[in-house]
């Protein structure tokens, strides 16, 4: 069945970096595009970055466009989400999701949890 | 950016109850809309698309109905899984896709 696992969260200080990971399974993971989705502690969902199938186009959210920077590996079945100049404000759940006939998200990772705090 | 404002922000039901969810886009969506369910350290689950299509393995007691600006998620005989947060989702500027705000449904 299509899974994704996302990976990499963690405790990160203001200013510092770290890399999302979203290993897909169960779908031809290039022809689809995917999604960052965020949650953080005790909010609602925020759309961070989308990525095309083929990596030719990127989006972003304002609020991240500039510090983050989505990619893939087709050869490898993974999204990244790299994340710079991490703020407080940047503390959430990050979930990749993948679309379907860009109508819905389904189905959702479980998410990894990025914590910046000094 | 599309906005999506849902109301209401919290809800209070009894087990048995009926209860509806509206969604209000700040501009017309025609029917690019859809629903999701989070329950508590959860990743959200797609309940409803298109507006009005059940998504395989949703339950019927849950609906969707509206096209352009409003929109509603109806639960007909709420049951003791059915309490959690809902939002809806816009796709209409896909990809920037936006969500409301959410709907917290609790126990009376």
């Known amino acids: 069945q299509v899974q994704l696992v996302e990976s990499g969260g963690g405790v990160v200080q203001p200013g510092g970096s770290l890399r999302l990971s979203c290993a897909a399974s169960g779908f031809t993971f290039s022809s689809y595009g995917m999604h960052w989705v965020r949650q953080a502690p005790g909010k609602g969902l925020e759309w961070v970055a989308f990525?095309?199938?083929?990596?030719?186009?990127?989006y972003y959210a304002d609020s991240v466009k500039g510090r983050f920077t989505i990619s893939r590996d087709n050869s490898k079945n993974t999204l990244y989400l790299q994340m710079n100049s991490l703020r407080a404000e940047d503390t959430a759940v990050y979930y990749c999701?993948?679309?379907?006939?860009?109508?819905?998200?389904?189905?959702w990772g479980q998410g990894t949890l990025v914590t910046v705090s000094s | 950016d599309i906005q999506l404002t849902q109301s209401p922000s919290f809800l209070s039901a009894s087990v048995g109850d009926r209860v509806t969810i509206t969604c209000r886009a700040s501009q017309g969506i025609s029917s690019y809309l859809a629903w999701y369910q989070q329950k508590p350290g959860k990743a959200p689950k797609l309940l409803i698309y298109?507006?009005?299509t059940l998504q395989s393995g949703v339950p019927s007691r849950f609906s969707g109905s509206g096209s352009g600006t409003e929109f509603t998620l109806t639960i007909s005989s709420l049951q003791p899984e059915d309490f959690a947060t809902y939002y809806c989702q816009q796709l209409n500027s896909y990809p920037r896709i936006t969500f409301g705000q959410g709907t917290r449904l609790e126990i009376k």
């Open positions: 298109a507006a009005s």
């Open positions: 990525i095309r199938y083929d990596g030719s186009n990127k």
């Open positions: 999701a993948k679309p379907q006939e860009a109508r819905r998200f389904d189905p």
